[in-house]
């Protein structure tokens, strides 16, 4: 079946510029992660939707972020005036219920590269 | 989250078995143990999870210390598919939503 995906794969923009970024999760899965990893580190958390509702953003590094998952489906990750410190791949994850014991499906990630 | 310890890195040869390490000296009783790997240019990938007793699956076989403090993924035959960054993590009871916190893994490498 059709796993996690992600678009665009790549993303180049200038330094103050909006982007948008999508995540289309496997059918059924209420939980949704965002994370960003940086070269030669892990995964780093920035917000998870349960259904609808952003469970918990504690990850977003600063007012700039934002991310919506209006239908309960589709997330849409949005960071405005973009700095060249948020050049990153930004990953999307889903899982069942969000549970501790529930694995999460990762997407290739988007490349995001700030000039 | 608990902390886990890993290497930085190890080699092995192909088709030989690979044991990596995690420490997690501070694991709280209903801490589960989930290791993940990371092939080159793709998204983490769940490979096995256990709670107290050793587990098995098709990818790997997860052996937990008797006192949890520590834990070793194993891969009983290694391929070069298996070049990958693997992380050992805690997902535990204290996180309803449990988003995986990723330290930075063992960068596993192997020689033809």
Redesign the interface.
């Known amino acids: 079946g059709a796993g996690?995906s992600q678009t665009p794969s790549n993303k180049v923009t200038e330094k103050g510029k909006y982007v948008e970024l999508r995540c289309d999760p496997i059918s059924g899965h209420t939980?949704l992660?965002w994370?960003r990893q940086s070269l030669?580190?892990?995964?780093?958390?920035l917000i998870?939707f349960?259904g609808t509702g952003a469970?918990?953003d504690s990850?977003l590094p600063n007012d700039r972020f934002f991310a919506v998952r209006p239908e309960g489906s589709v997330s849409t990750l949005k960071i405005q005036r973009t700095e060249r410190g948020d050049s990153a791949v930004y990953?999307c994850?889903s899982s069942t219920s969000?549970?501790?014991?529930?694995?999460?499906?990762?997407?290739?990630?988007t490349r995001l590269t700030v000039l | 989250d608990a902390k886990t310890t890993q290497p930085n890195s190890m080699e092995s040869n192909e088709e030989e078995p690979v044991h990596l390490p995690c420490n997690h000296s501070t694991i709280s009783g209903t801490d589960y143990i989930h290791w993940y790997r990371q092939l080159p240019s793709q998204g983490p990938e769940y490979v096995i999870h256990g709670l107290t007793s050793n587990v098995n699956n098709r990818m790997a076989s997860l052996a937990i210390a008797e006192d949890r403090k520590s834990s070793t993924l194993i891969l009983h035959r290694a391929t070069l598919r298996d070049a990958a960054v693997y992380y050992c993590i805690l997902r535990g009871s204290m996180n309803r939503d449990d988003k995986i916190i990723f330290g930075k893994g063992t960068r596993l490498h192997i020689l033809p």
Not at chain 1, 40 to 45: A, D, L, S, T, V
Not at chain 1, 98 to 104: E, K, S
């Open positions: 996690v939980a992660y994370y030669g580190q892990g995964p780093e958390f998870y349960q469970a918990d990850g990953l994850a969000g549970r501790r014991t529930d694995t999460q499906y990762f997407g290739p990630g």
